[in-house]
């Protein structure tokens, strides 16, 4: 937490800076034709939110695949499996990303240059970094089995990121429901029936919060049902840089208050350090600048419980009177 004092009229201001956390928004998906899938724009999109589009196609003669203005490039995944083979250099799947604007057209037509099948989808987020939206991301496709698709690990560089994992494999047979990995939640799951020429395309996205910087660990989903090899997946892990919630505040300063412990697993104790035994209230406030909480005490301290909230970072307000603070704490 940074924090900048500033002197305004006899007036003081507390800015406080903290890290976000990126928001699922919505998702949509669609199947294609043989070089055409048009997507749809999640309908709660709005400006600012980071999409995220990816196509997979077919088999092991994969296509180019041209985007629609605005899009940026993110990662080509090629299977050098048993699948496709070690010598293959044609894609089997394809993500851009977009930062919303004021007015986003409701369709975006992804074209390929082969005759292959497509698959797509978006999948959108808020409180992302408009200006560097994406930390790291990994794309990994030496693989061939689809009860055991890997999306490879990756190292985050800062805490509260947003990972996404996107997952494909290409089966011939019927089987069109991949599993996401267990830490995950799952935003889109679609695929093809009916043996196309090349099979049937699954394409799988699912994400999760990762609060504390460093190693991500594999992801690993399964098609359901799928236990042979041969098969042509691969996968990417995409980790999001979400953005910064700032709040100024016209304040009187409020000293001799502690909040213990801190970080919590759930309960915590908020105490006056110099007596302080005043009527104080506080309020609990999330990244989003939501007040979930309030709570009054005339004594030396009250006690809280956040057990029941979703773990991460909020701001703990303390009143009394016309004097007010702010401090920092960590669910875990």
Known sequence: MKKHFTLFSASLFLVLTISAQCAFVGATSAIGNSNVVTLTK??????????????????????????????????????????????????QLVTFYKIAGPSEPVTHIFTGNASQYLVGCIVAYSGVNTANPIDVFSSYGAQDACANIVANGVFTSSPNKRLVGIFFCSVNNSLNNIVPPNSMTERVDVGTTGNHPWGNENLEIADELQAPPGPTGNKVAALSGCSSTGWVTGAQLIALNCGSTTAMEEISPLAGFSVYPNPTTGIVEVAGTDGIQLPVRLELIDLFGRTILQEHFEGEKARLDLSALPRGVYLLRIIAGEKMNMLKVILD
């Open 42 to 91: 999640p309908t709660a999109v709005v400006q600012n939110d980071l999409m995220i589009a990816a196509i997979h196609m077919g088999w092991c003669n994969g296509s180019v695949i041209t985007a629609p203005v605005g899009w940026t490039l993110l990662a080509s995944t090629i299977n050098t499996g048993s699948g496709c083979g070690s010598g293959n250099t044609t894609p």
